[in-house]
């Protein structure tokens, strides 16, 4: 089984130097790689391989920039396997087309292979091209084969490496699950998540607060003079902000799956409409439609990891507005209309939980457990 370990590096001076350098050259042969691609099919018609791309890096890119000896190659390797797999992407999941990377993207980062080693006794961690080992605050410890491992540096300098570690054990065998022990899930605009079981997940309030805080700092920094000393400073504290509200969010999604996930033996959702949700430019949205996504991801690996079962169902417009009694179909129900009584039987619908008992229904009846 893989699992993904984070830490914070705090390298010295020199060391930041060699890291910073990486970085650069990870991303210039990414975009030296994909415009070799590009020009290949525009002009010959042709489909340049990783092959033929780490033939060309070796004999043609590197002699010619001599500076890029002084990186990992594994890591520049890697970036042609990332390339490829993104191409691989857009043409299997029709997801967008490569982007040439940008120095100007919030989170830069590269890739090791292997030949990296962490050391628990020091807090230290040993990389490729680094004399001296980088220090590092090491809060867990872990057991396994070494992986992957990507090294970060976010907007306000700080850097981190997430390290992907085998331990070699098989993932368990699924449990079985019934009515009982499934719980639906659907997200909404009141709540961050809303349960078959009448619970209400709201974002911890702390959250709030970091959110509410970084629409001031947003207008702040919008009403200074472009390039002007206080605009770079506010500029600063957005992104400070920004790096808060990740790892609030971060925290808070890891505990409520967790939870979730050991308190359910499978857990229904409706697929979500992400890239429809991608135009949506309100931030408070963007965060929940961010938080949402991540969140899915979350409960699909800890599903699998701990035997249980993640059931998904297509996204299902009329599921806040089937009584989830009697299956009536309230069409006059509006955006506004939290509460609901159904003519039919009665029933008092909350529209939102309403609407995770049918996810939670819809989903157990594509397993056929659940006879109607
Ligand atoms: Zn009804």
Not at 84 to 99: C, D, I, L, Q, V
Not at 187 to 216: Q, W, Y
Not at 349 to 362: G, P, T
């Given at each position: 089984?893989?699992?993904?370990?984070?830490y914070?590096?705090?390298?010295?001076?020199?060391?930041?130097?060699?890291?910073?350098?990486h970085?650069?050259?990870?991303?210039?042969?990414?975009?030296?790689?994909?415009?070799?691609?590009?020009k290949?099919?525009?002009v010959d018609?042709?489909?340049?391989?990783?092959?033929?791309?780490?033939?060309?890096?070796?004999?043609d890119?590197?002699?010619?920039n001599?500076?890029?000896k002084?990186?990992?190659?594994?890591?520049?390797?890697?970036?042609?396997?990332?390339?490829?797999s993104a191409?691989?992407?857009?043409?299997r999941?029709?997801?967008?087309?490569?982007?040439?990377?940008?120095?100007?993207n919030?989170?830069?980062s590269?890739?090791?292979?292997?030949?990296?080693?962490?050391?628990?006794?020091?807090?230290?961690?040993?990389?490729p091209?680094l004399?001296?080992?980088i220090?590092?605050?090491?809060?867990r410890k872990?057991?396994?084969k070494?992986?992957?491992?990507?090294?970060s540096?976010?907007?306000?300098?700080?850097?981190y490496i997430?390290?992907?570690?085998?331990?070699?054990?098989e993932?368990p065998?699924?449990?079985?699950?019934?009515?009982k022990?499934?719980?639906?899930?659907?997200v909404g605009?009141?709540?961050?998540?809303?349960l078959?079981?009448g619970?209400?997940?709201d974002?911890?309030k702390?959250?709030?607060?970091?959110?509410?805080?970084?629409k001031?700092?947003?207008?702040?920094?919008?009403?200074?003079?472009?390039?002007s000393?206080?605009?770079?400073?506010?500029?600063?504290a957005?992104?400070?902000?920004?790096?808060?509200?990740?790892?609030?969010?971060?925290?808070?999604?890891?505990k409520?799956?967790?939870?979730?996930?050991?308190?359910?033996q499978a857990i229904?959702?409706?697929?979500?409409?992400?890239?429809?949700?991608?135009?949506?430019h309100?931030?408070?949205?963007?965060?929940g439609?961010v938080?949402?996504?991540?969140?899915?991801?979350?409960?699909?690996y800890?599903a699998?990891r701990?035997?249980?079962?993640?059931?998904?169902?297509?996204?299902?417009?009329?599921?806040?507005k089937l009584?989830?009694?009697?299956?009536?179909?309230?069409g006059?129900?509006?955006?506004?209309d939290?509460?609901?009584?159904c003519?039919?039987?009665?029933t008092?619908?909350d529209?939102?939980?309403?609407?995770a008992?049918?996810?939670?229904?819809f989903?157990?009846?594509?397993?056929?457990?659940?006879?109607i």
């Amino acid at each position: 089984m893989l699992k993904a370990y984070k830490y914070r590096l705090y390298p010295s001076e020199s060391q930041i130097e060699i890291l910073v350098k990486h970085i650069g050259a990870c991303r210039f042969t990414y975009n030296w790689a994909l415009e070799q691609k590009n020009k290949a099919y525009e002009v010959d018609k042709k489909y340049l391989s990783r092959f033929e791309l780490q033939h060309r890096l070796v004999h043609d890119l590197k002699p010619n920039n001599e500076w890029l000896k002084e990186v990992n190659s594994q890591s520049l390797l890697n970036t042609l396997i990332n390339l490829e797999s993104a191409f691989t992407r857009f043409f299997r999941e029709k997801k967008g087309f490569p982007n040439f990377k940008s120095r100007k993207n919030p989170v830069q980062s590269f890739q090791i292979p292997q030949h990296y080693s962490v050391d628990f006794e020091t807090d230290t961690i040993k990389l490729p091209k680094l004399k001296q080992p980088i220090k590092a605050k090491l809060h867990r410890k872990f057991e396994g084969k070494l992986k992957t491992a990507t090294v970060s540096i976010t907007p306000t300098g700080k850097y981190y490496i997430s390290i992907l570690v085998d331990d070699g054990k098989e993932l368990p065998e699924k449990e079985m699950f019934d009515e009982k022990s499934t719980l639906g899930i659907d997200v909404g605009l009141t709540h961050f998540a809303i349960l078959s079981n009448g619970e209400k997940i709201d974002n911890p309030k702390h959250l709030r607060n970091s959110m509410d805080r970084m629409k001031i700092l947003q207008k702040r920094t919008s009403k200074k003079q472009k390039g002007s000393k206080n605009r770079n400073k506010a500029r600063l504290a957005v992104s400070t902000l920004h790096e808060k509200i990740r790892n609030q969010r971060t925290d808070f999604l890891h505990k409520t799956s967790s939870k979730l996930i050991s308190e359910n033996q499978a857990i229904a959702v409706e697929t979500l409409n992400i890239s429809g949700m991608l135009k949506n430019h309100c931030l408070a949205q963007a965060i929940g439609d961010v938080s949402w996504s991540v969140f899915f991801r979350q409960l699909e690996y800890k599903a699998e990891r701990y035997g249980k079962t993640l059931l998904k169902i297509g996204q299902f417009e009329p599921s806040s507005k089937l009584c989830n009694v009697c299956g009536f179909h309230n069409g006059k129900m509006t955006l506004k209309d939290r509460y609901w009584s159904c003519p039919e039987c009665n029933t008092e619908h909350d529209r939102d939980i309403n609407a995770a008992i049918n996810i939670k229904k819809f989903a157990l009846q594509n397993q056929n457990l659940l006879n109607i």
